[in-house]
């Protein structure tokens, strides 16, 4: 990778530890709470945590990490370094994207780790929990991208918008699907073939979010 | 070798409400140039040109040897920049920023950037949010300087400052052009500032390069004449008069043209010369825009 992708990166992780201490830290104690029992609130509620940590933490990364950019004129800064716009855009995903999957992939190995050890979730719920948070991985990288193409609030917020609605809508569209449903009930830890379709179309749709992403960065004339 | 750090040809961008005119313009290197025009008049979008940070829609551009905006990485490597409207992150402190550029340029100089803090009376420690806009100014300044670039673009980075502020800045300018192989780009609609320190001059106005050329020639050149008309006469066309004012036989005469050869020509036109008197930079300028949006020509 070039150094100077680095570089940035790095400078973005620097600049929001604070924050992302903030959501690591709130993750940790959600986490803790799904070690209770699940027929206990306490275990709600920390399943509650965890989806409320990764929709706060879309649209926050997005405006702390990406509009401010624009809106606090730190672009102008950053662009005059010896930077193009495609490293800058290929560093503004990564540094994004990992700083995103972090408390992401806290959940979903603890989630894992929880129905795997526990008497009372069936394993057949693995494939519907990862399901569920590669949807909101997809959700954070269309927020994401249109945060970084429209540079503009607004975008961010209606894709928000787009995205809480469209997450809604998918677990309720696949309950709907036999194959899942009664998958979820299973203690089958092996996917099947309709869960491991859903999830190819999420990891192509997530690559062909970033790859447009990337592509518009690079066709951009004016950076500030 | 290239004599010109910056050579922009026919360069033009269109927006919907502004259009840069294919304009030409040459740095030579070593020089400071003071590029000067009214809010709105091009200033910033050249500056962002040359730095690759707009792409242009027509002409070429060089910097420092590169193409740009093609090879404005390799160019940025030596390019210094300051702009009004450029802002450090306010979280964070003006160390941290010094390590981030120390990271990334290597002709990052600590012991000149520890000389230019307390210089300038920063404090390294303190945040970026807490500091004026005279110390903001003053710390991307630092940054800019500290890693001894080949070409230092200033963007207006005196607007706005108190005039303590403002005389450390063109101090630490005047001190950088020790250096004769760096070449200073300085924008400015303040002519006195540009008057101080720059060698070269360049006006733009609305989106066109009126007048470009040493400050000297531009000095030696601009005249008022002071001139008392004999009863009777009328003032008839008169050759390189950009500006006439004044009633009844007294009228005072401002020229971009002055030689002591216009003397002869006036005089036999029936003009007695009272006075002639150098122009400053700034009424330089304001009569340049004045004639070319009458139409006439510099």
Redesign the interface.
């Known amino acids: 990778m070039n150094s100077?992708i680095k570089?940035l990166i790095r400078?973005d992780w620097?600049?929001n530890r604070?924050m992302m201490a903030i959501y690591i830290g709130a993750m940790l104690i959600a986490n803790v709470m799904l070690l209770a029992d699940p027929d206990n609130i306490v275990f709600g509620m920390g399943v509650i945590l965890i989806l409320t940590i990764l929709f706060i933490l879309c649209i926050h990364l997005t405006t702390s990490n990406v509009i401010s950019e624009y809106s606090?004129?730190?672009l102008?800064?950053i662009?005059?370094?010896?930077?193009?716009a495609r490293?800058y855009a290929i560093a503004k995903l990564a540094a994004n994207l990992s700083m995103f999957c972090v408390p992401w992939l806290m959940a979903l190995l603890s989630s894992w780790l929880i129905i795997l050890t526990s008497d009372s979730l069936p394993n057949g719920l693995t494939a519907l929990v990862t399901l569920g948070l590669v949807e909101i991985l997809l959700s954070y990288c269309l927020i994401m991208m249109l945060g970084i193409v429209t540079e503009s609030q607004h975008g961010a917020i209606g894709a928000m918008a787009i995205s809480n609605l469209g997450f809604q809508g998918f677990i309720w569209g696949i309950l709907k699907i036999p194959a899942i449903a009664q998958h979820r009930d299973s203690n089958q830890l092996a996917w099947n073939s309709t869960e491991l379709s859903i999830l190819a179309i999420q990891l192509v749709v997530i690559i062909g979010l970033l790859g447009t992403t990337l592509l518009i960065q690079q066709r951009k004339?004016?950076?500030? | 070798m290239n004599n010109h750090a910056v050579e922009l040809r026919n360069v033009g961008k269109d927006y919907k409400y502004f259009r840069l005119n294919d304009i030409s313009l040459n740095l030579p290197t070593g020089s400071i140039t003071g590029f000067i025009g009214v809010n709105g008049a091009g200033k910033s979008t050249t500056i962002?040109i040359l730095?690759?940070?707009?792409?242009q829609d027509r002409g070429s551009v060089q910097v420092l040897g590169q193409t740009m905006p093609d090879q404005?990485?390799?160019a940025?490597?030596e390019?210094g920049?300051v702009?009004e409207?450029?802002?450090?992150?306010?979280?964070?402190n003006l160390a941290?920023h010094m390590q981030?550029?120390q990271?990334?340029y290597p002709n990052w100089d600590q012991a000149y950037a520890e000389q230019l803090l307390k210089r300038f009376d920063l404090r390294a420690e303190q945040k970026i949010k807490g500091l004026s806009h005279g110390q903001r100014v003053k710390a991307?300044l630092l940054l800019a300087l500290a890693h001894r670039p080949k070409l230092l673009v200033l963007d207006e980075p005196t607007t706005g400052l108190d005039p303590v502020a403002r005389q450390e800045v063109l101090s630490a300018l005047m001190e950088v052009l020790a250096d004769e192989q760096r070449t200073i780009l300085f924008s400015s609609h303040n002519t006195l500032d540009v008057e101080q320190i720059s060698d070269q001059v360049a006006f733009i106005d609305q989106g066109s390069i009126i007048e470009a050329t040493s400050k000297e020639d531009l000095l030696d050149l601009w005249r008022r004449l002071r001139v008392r008309i004999a009863p009777g006469q009328t003032l008839t066309e008169l050759p390189h008069i950009i500006q006439q004012q004044g009633n009844g036989q007294l009228q005072s005469l401002i020229t971009n043209r002055y030689s002591p050869d216009l003397h002869q020509i006036y005089q036999q036109a029936g003009l007695e010369i009272q006075a002639v008197e150098h122009l400053t930079l700034e009424e330089i300028f304001v009569a340049s825009i004045q004639a070319r949006r009458e139409g006439k020509t510099l």
């Open positions: 100077m570089q400078k620097q600049i604070t606090q004129k730190t102008t800064f662009m005059s370094l010896p930077v193009s490293h004339t004016n950076f500030i | 962002r730095l690759g940070l707009v792409h404005q990485v390799l940025k490597r390019i920049y702009s409207d450029m802002r450090l992150y306010p979280k964070a941290w981030f550029i990271s990334i991307t």
